[in-house]
């Protein structure tokens, strides 16, 4: 097999953190390819909100002007039970550049991402990484066909399927929690909280809401173990939790909706030697109040310039290299205990259970600590934030 001509970097995956990646990269001068298992880009999301952390640090790139042109911008957000508030959260009163959410669905997130970036090479799945003295070998299967390809450097951003091409099997178990969430996005028109995301707690389980552009929001609610799976019985069950949790106007609107699981995945280590690993397959943390697509563009962020210089110079920056993965696993343990926090609160309670629930969240919205919540959940703990 004759040898493929030797790239500076090869980005696997071609979700939010691998288009970033690629995309500052490009942008830093560096010759890229980015491989995608996935034949078409999906229009299916979870993540909806970037932080402000991360608008920050993509503000000089010119990505966070991109995000923000067709973006809700969710200053605060509200806890409440039985229609009776519990608490808020200011993000608007938080010291920082953006005091804000910015909330669209994910393929709006991405396209902003990857401009200026290599087109993917889609429909190839790696297989397998080899890693020699000066650059990696990634064997990749594309059309029936398995080819070589040759980089300096090798980013892994696939999600938890990927981790095999870094982790040795067993070493990148994950833990999945019983819990179980319905999904779905809906129009809802015009409303008084069109900027504000807001927290039912329930006793039979949370249910999230989060504006989006075009008078939509995003629903999450929990939902019990063992329901059936089909499309019209998932969507009849969405529909009922939000009648009863808070959301009866718009039950009326929820006409699909999707199911996803929680896992739990954060790795002791981001590298080996020239191969990196970053976002969900490094770290997969709770959706319910997690900061997982944002914890992975802090990677890629972080990561670029460290690359960049590696790449120019010829000459491993070490010192660095090993200062940004102290950070980064270390946000991601800070982001994966708040994450579970929320999860187990988010869960169905009894009456006396619920009602300790309601009192504690009242206590912690309120001053002082209100700004210290607000601070955790706009990614304030972050190392890189």
């Known amino acids: 097999m004759p040898a493929s001509p030797l790239r500076d970097a090869i980005v696997v995956g071609a979700g939010p953190v691998g288009l970033l ?170 409303r008084d909280d069109a900027d504000m995301a807001v927290v039912h707690l329930h006793r039979a389980g949370v249910l999230e809401s989060f504006p989006l552009p075009d008078g939509r929001r995003r629903f999450v609610a929990w939902d019990p173990p063992g329901g059936e799976t089909d499309d019209a019985t998932r969507a009849s069950r969405l529909r009922r939790a939000l009648a009863a949790r808070g959301e009866p106007g718009a039950a009326d609107a929820i006409t699909e909706a999707a199911a996803f699981g929680v896992r739990r995945f954060v790795a002791s280590s981001m590298r080996r030697g020239r191969v990196f690993v970053l976002g969900d397959a490094a770290h997969e943390v709770s959706p319910i109040g997690g900061q997982g697509m944002n914890l992975g563009l802090l990677d890629a962020v972080a990561l670029a310039p460290l690359l960049e210089r590696w790449i120019a110079s010829g000459r491993e920056p070490g010192p660095e290299l090993a200062r940004w993965e102290r950070r980064r696993v270390s946000s991601a343990r800070i982001a994966a205990g708040l994450a579970g926090a929320n999860t187990a609160l988010g869960r169905p309670r009894s009456g006396a259970a619920d009602a300790l629930r309601r009192t504690a969240l009242r206590t912690a919205f309120a001053p002082p600590l209100d700004r210290l919540f607000a601070h955790a959940y706009a990614m304030g703990f972050d190392r890189d934030g």
Do not use: K, N
Not at 38 to 44: H, I, K, M, V, Y
Not at 140 to 168: D, N, P, S, W, Y
């Open 21 to 190: 990646l690629a995309s500052e990269l490009c942008r830093r001068g560096l010759d890229v390819e980015l491989l995608e298992r996935r034949a078409a880009a999906g229009r299916g999301s979870r993540a909806v909100g970037v932080h402000p952390p991360v608008l920050a640090a993509l503000e000089p790139s010119g990505i966070t002007d991109r995000l923000l042109a067709g973006a809700v911008r969710v200053s605060r957000g509200e806890a409440r039970s039985g229609g009776a508030l519990l608490g808020v959260v200011r993000f608007d009163r938080l010291g920082v550049r953006f005091p804000f959410v910015a909330t669209q669905p994910q393929h709006r997130t991405e396209a902003a991402l990857a401009a200026g970036g290599p087109e993917p090479v889609r429909g190839a799945t790696v297989l397998a990484l080899v890693r020699r003295a000066d650059h990696v070998v990634v064997r990749v299967e594309v059309e029936g066909r398995v080819v070589e390809r040759r980089a300096r450097i090798v980013a892994v951003a696939t999600g938890g399927a990927g981790r095999g091409l870094v982790f040795r099997h067993g070493a990148a178990a994950a833990r999945d929690y019983d819990d179980r969430y319905l999904m779905a996005d809906a129009g809802v028109g015009e």
